[in-house]
């Protein structure tokens, strides 16, 4: 019976911590808590322990468990102390060694003991030996299935968790959460499965357990990756339970010229491109409905995003609504405020409106401007950071939120947007109701997330089943591929010609210092080193300008935006430029230790070149490691990084590089990771679930719960946030 857990039933744990023991806070930072949670703690081997195997047969470097007696023993202190022993088993004979032992285990191996060991075997300078073996009495009875390993962590020993585990396997309810008319074919009841694959019998296939194919294995991939399309389906269909603004041009056709949509159209420089077409009308049918747009709109850099972005702002205003939106840093909320600015204030003067811009750094005097006009609805667009859903800000009547490069903002700042509700009775209009379909009560903004770094399908499907996709895979046209290159450091000399070159042809040149994640200040000095440098080489002609994280918001902005008017020649910058600056005269940039960074990274930092119609160069100096090479992994992302220029691709393979989850893990913090199935090799799998999701959701609600709190437990409340 269980000896660590705090409550043998589990289900309602104490507050984290309070009077744990160490190994019982370990089973907690192990994510075990209930009794459910042991069973579907699995293995991640098996080692056999049901044969005695005859020394004589053994190979070297096989690990063994063979039963015999000790022929003598004794501590020696040279080279170190250790304890030694002579084992012979009858078929032959070796060594087993210990460093660390106890007196007790001296006594265990006493010349003529009889004992069972397990370890594996070396050829050593002294002949065979076993360092650390596990030592037994012999006349233990030996198991019957495969002894389990599992993952563990400091302060919780193997034995210990492994007795936690059979004992939670024991007591949990296994029953069936579907009817067996729904099962796979051929599927084994998950209390089988679970047994088998915590105790496996010792004629398995071992391959078949490490590649789970094993039917076993099957069926816990198949409730795992159904537990996973419930919840997500399960939000979906409560979200359309809300009630969102319907955003159509009141009483009037959406055709009207007049319209704020119409005559931004009309404004912008250039068609939009069929991709952004459809973009556009995806978003206006999700607008003009009544339950919460939920839409992710992902697009290549410089696939032109931000106007699909401001044409939905255009459909909000044009209903007589607010709408925000938000980006991660200020650099890049600066630089979609300086587009829409551009194309919709003169727009929205005519009408007493205006494009309002809010950070968290700006004076207190002009924030409180902006958050009057903000509050009176008189700001009809607001562009800005984090600031634009603090608590502080109150809206009008916000209907539309629009988030930049989504996956930097957290979960909680997603939920904040909720605290923004419109209530029917004061905000907007009132032809919703009267129109008849809208109850009162509060309006959820509809919700636009933009990415650059798109999700392969695979991926969003199975965790963005809650979200719905309009893709920009057409770049505008007009653009010339970026050529890049790689170049190992010693020839830095050949980059300061080409950035001469690019600078006598008035061009401008961003070089990109590494991050170091374990010091900014690191990051600092060789970013000021490599500004330094850069002055020297190219003369007091050449305007080399630096931006790095640490500047204050006003330097950063001042840096920027001297850059922009091409005052700064070179732009020396940590990673802070990685999304959405937008210089097209900016034709070369060079990369330092490109091995350190990220494959979606680089792209990102790619993609601020060749936004002209200039021919663009992007220079990756990569710098071998200690042994003169470049690391297995780095190497793939810069051949990556050579070979396409296609974001859709780049994606593809930065999944294959880091497996689903990292990639996810760098996109969405807290994303529900699968443990078992791979989207991959579980396709099919995944599709058998996505298909039945709907059917159990509709036709046994309550099992469909119970399935979801059993994979999901507490986490299901968190997914559907
Ligand atoms: P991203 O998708 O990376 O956010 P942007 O919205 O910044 O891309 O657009 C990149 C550049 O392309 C901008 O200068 C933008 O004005 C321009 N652009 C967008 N759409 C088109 C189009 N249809 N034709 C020509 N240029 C366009
Ligand atoms: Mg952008």
Known sequence: MSTV???????????????????????????????????????????????????ADARDGETVQVEGAIIESEVVYRPRRQLRAAFDDGSGTCQLRFFNFYPSLHKQLAPGARVRVRGELRDGFLGRQMVHPVVKAAATALPQALTPVYSTIAGLAQPVLRREVRAGLARAALDETLPPELLPPRAWSLRDALHFLHTPAPDVALATLEDRSHPAWQRVKADELLAQQLSQQQ?????????APRLTVAGANACDANSLHARLLAALPFALTGAQRRADAEIAADLAREIPMHRLLQGDVGAGKTVVAALAAARCIDAGYQCALMAPTEILAAQHFGKLVQWLDPLLIERGLRVAWLTGSQKKKERDTMAAAIESGEAALVVGTHAVISEKTTFRRLALAIIDEQHRFGVEQRLALRGKAVHAQDGGQTAHTAEGGQAPGPLEPHLLMMSATPIPRTLAMSYYADLDLSTLDELPPGRTPVVTKLVAEHRREEIIARIQAQLAQGRQVYWVCPLIEESEVVDLRNATATRDELVQALGTQVNVGLLHSRLPAADKQAAMAQFTAGQLHVLVSTTVIEVGVDVPNACLMVIEHAERFGLSQLHQLRGRVGRGAAASACVLLYAPGENGRVGELARERLRAMIETSDGFEIARRDLEIRGPGEFLGARQSGAPLLRFADLDADARLLTWARGLAPRLLAQYPLLAQRHIDRWLGSKAEYLKA
Do not use: W
Not at 16 to 38: C, E, M, N, T, Y
């Open 5 to 55: 857990s705090a409550q043998p039933a589990g289900h309602n744990p104490a507050p984290p911590g309070a009077g744990l023991s160490a190994a019982q806070r370990a089973l907690r930072k192990l994510g075990l808590v209930r009794d459910i949670d042991f069973a579907l703690y699995l293995p991640l081997r098996y080692e056999d322990e049901t044969r005695i195997m005859r020394l």
């Open 235 to 243: 939000a979906r269909q409560e979200r359309a339970t809300q009630c």
